[in-house]
């Protein structure tokens, strides 16, 4: 078992020739070219404020991604996942297969269903990152 860790690793040995260096990470940000049209978005591209919905400028390119939100205030809100063919000012999002949104009542909607929820002593409340 040693043996194969070592092998694992056998790129530190060598100074890390055969490492492969991270390209650096691309800023995300809500982007203004897709957003409903009551949207506003605020602090250089981190913050949403109005009605409707809008897309990060970076797509998810494989099946396990990672993405935190904080709740700066409470109110009706809606988290989640879409693709370019989500209608951005029908809200709440989660109604057709072009999104998948945790709401502010905790409930997780995929195509007009609801599928999950989380316990109710449990919602993100405001200040909360998520």
Known sequence: ???????????CRDG????IPLK????????????????????????ICGTGGCLAN???HQNKSYFEFKIQSTGIWGIGVATQKANLNQIPLGRDVHSLVMRNDGAL???????????????????DVV
């Not at 078992?1 to 790129?11: G, K, T």
């Not at 890390?16 to 490492?19: D, L, T, Y």
């Not at 691309?26 to 591209?45: E, F, S, Y």
């Open 16 to 19: 890390g020739a055969g490492h």
């Open 109 to 127: 909607y995929y195509n007009n269903e609801e599928k999950n929820r989380l316990p109710a002593n449990n919602l993100p409340q405001e200040g």
């Open 58 to 60: 970076a797509p998810l």
């Open 1 to 11: 078992m040693a043996a194969s860790m070592f092998c694992c690793f056998s790129w």
């Open 24 to 47: 650096e990470m691309p800023a995300v940000h809500l982007d203004t070219q897709r957003m409903g049209t009551d949207v506003v978005i605020v602090k250089n591209g981190r913050r």
